[in-house]
């Protein structure tokens, strides 16, 4: 979520920057692009070494000295290797990929943590990993009053930016800080319910992940959003599948109410008209099928096709809300969508939607909506593979994939412009 925010803030930058000065802004952008850029390629880059470390399998005899006996009773071994510390086993399971993980863990978890892989020659790869020597720095906790401290910075920061929206310059009159608060509240509000989606779930798994760190800057948005730190992978599809999608469901349950009650006090300003960053509507391609459905219900019989709406501090957060959802959503790479499609359809099926993704992206900016490009351009920087669950085999359960066959149908009613007869 933290670095979806980055994104948008750099992009958003051209528009919102409360400072004067147009080169100012464009300094502001690229600055802010730079960074999210080189955050990206650094998480990107870790997975794809780790990933290619693991595929980049030589062919090699088979040693049977090398196999322990309880990967030689779950695995017909077709070949196996010792590559990096790591121990390969490459053949077909004789049981169940979750049974067969289950008896790999009880064997040799003191001593290795194992990985059940795809194979694309032989059906499956177990590689076993000695366990790190720095478990105890890895799990070494969390210091609480960091996280306490970032967060009231941010605040400052967000209350500063969304007074600035208004008109106020907390430096000059500070006792008007208020004006900044239904924006900061609200934006704050999303962002950390989104990362205590995640750290909730991942806890639920006895995944190792420290609490949310908010990240103030004092332009933009007023923050670069929010992280947590995994220190732990996921030990299955389904663990995978729950942290991914409980940050941006949970983060919705915020931004819709925000932005419901928000658009109450937005003003509806007349049809066609130039009014700049305040006339934002849902998407880059215009009103979303969502936040027109939300306007609507919000407003009623007020809102007209055509009609500009003056969003309120609340209803910007809240549409911000959306829209970083939406990004994260998006079924690429290591963003929040991508990790759902992998859960739901495996390594090889979820790199395919991956592409198809991407490629979707770049037809439609290049051939519709040129305004989408700068954000295909992002996206795909972030296009790196997720990182692997450990048991990457046991599919997720059926009522799972209703769950995620529902977060994609949100991501869709956030991204597509609102058919104009559906008014």
């Keep these: 979520m933290g670095l979806a925010a980055l994104l948008v803030a750099s992009l958003l930058t051209l528009i919102f920057v409360p400072t004067p000065g147009a080169l100012l802004a464009v300094l502001w952008f690229w600055a802010l692009l730079l960074i999210a850029l080189a955050v990206s390629w650094r998480i990107s880059g870790r997975a794809r070494a780790a990933q290619e470390r693991i595929e980049a399998i030589p062919p090699a005899p088979l040693l049977e000295g090398d196999q322990p006996e309880v990967v030689r009773e779950i695995m017909d071994v077709r070949a196996a290797i010792t590559e990096g510390g790591l121990a390969i086993f490459r053949g077909t399971l004789r049981e169940p990929a979750e049974s067969a993980f289950q008896r790999l863990k009880q064997s040799l978890g003191a001593s290795f943590v194992p990985l059940l892989q795809e194979d694309e020659q032989f059906g499956t790869a177990v590689i076993l990993m000695p366990k790190p020597v720095e478990q105890a720095t890895l799990e070494r906790p969390a210091v609480p009053w960091v996280n306490w401290l970032l967060f009231a910075l941010t605040i400052g920061t967000t209350t500063w930016v969304g007074a600035a929206y208004q008109g106020v310059d907390l430096l000059q009159d500070p006792g008007r800080f208020a004006a900044g608060l239904p924006y900061s509240l609200g934006l704050l509000a999303i962002l950390g319910v989104h990362e205590l989606g995640h750290f909730f779930a991942a806890r639920r798994h006895g995944m190792n992940v420290t609490p949310p760190y908010f990240i103030p800057v004092p332009f933009a ?3 670069f959003g929010a992280f947590i730190k995994m220190r732990s992978p996921p030990e299955d599809r389904e663990s ?62 007020q809102l007209l096709p055509g009609d500009v709406l003056r969003l309120s501090p609340l209803a910007f957060a809240g549409w911000l809300g959306l829209f970083i959802t939406g990004l994260n959503l998006l079924p690429i790479g290591q963003l929040d969508g991508g990790h759902t499609a992998r859960a739901m359809f495996g390594d090889r099926a979820g790199r395919t939607i991956s592409t198809v993704a991407l490629w979707a992206l770049f037809l439609l900016a290049l051939l519709k909506w040129p305004s989408l490009m700068m954000w295909v351009i992002i996206v795909f920087f972030l296009a790196g593979r997720s990182t692997p669950p450990l048991n990457d085999l046991t599919p997720i359960t059926r009522g799972r994939q209703v769950v995620g066959w529902i977060t994609f149908a949100i991501l869709a009613m956030i991204l597509i412009p609102m058919p104009s007869g559906w008014w």
Excluded: M, W, Y
């Design 221 to 223: 948005l007023g923050t």
């Design 240 to 301: 995978l599948f729950d942290v991914a999608v409980s940050g941006p469901l949970a983060g919705l349950v915020i931004a819709i109410p925000a932005l419901l009650v928000g658009l109450q006090s937005s003003e509806v300003i007349g049809r066609g008209l130039n009014v700049g960053h305040e006339a934002v509507v849902g998407s880059p391609t215009g009103p979303s099928i969502l936040f027109g459905l939300l306007a609507k219900a919000s407003l009623g019989p």
